[in-house]
């Protein structure tokens, strides 16, 4: 098993910035990849950017790209989402996530075995 723990959410004002960080504990593996992803009310699931843990091979959401960076500290088995220029359509809970090599696309939440429990990130105009 496999616990991850978010924090570092909260209220920010559009145009600041936030970061997310996503504590790994249990059976982890360096062949694990993790995925954030984010949820508004009202609308579905949203992949926002993954990270493999043995490269640190990053990719990103178009909404995001530019905007948000993830990066790892693996002394600390933990991950981070750095969000910059933050906009209005950016709340909504953020989960990090982690799966095991598997040959689905890494955009689908479905193929992420691990969650965490969401951090609510609000982001005021």
């Known amino acids: 098993q496999v616990q991850l723990v978010e924090s570092g959410g909260g209220l920010v004002q559009a145009g600041g910035s936030l970061r997310l960080s996503c504590a790994a504990s249990?059976?982890?593996?360096?062949?694990?990849?993790m995925g954030w992803f984010r949820q508004a009310p009202g609308k579905e699931r949203e992949f926002v950017g993954t990270?493999?843990?043995?490269?640190?091979?990053?990719d990103y959401a178009d909404s995001v790209k530019g905007r948000f960076t993830i990066s790892k500290d693996s002394a600390k088995n933990t991950v981070y989402l750095q969000m910059n220029s933050v906009k209005p359509e950016d709340t909504a809970i953020y989960y990090c996530?982690?799966?095991?090599?598997?040959?689905?696309?890494?955009?689908?939440?479905?193929?992420?075995?691990?969650w965490g429990q969401g951090t609510q990130v609000t982001v005021s105009s």
């Open positions: 996530a982690a799966r095991p090599p598997v040959s689905t696309s890494y955009s689908a939440g479905s193929s992420y075995t691990y």
């Open positions: 990270i493999t843990w043995n490269f640190g091979r990053t």
């Open positions: 249990g059976r982890t593996s360096s062949t694990y990849r």
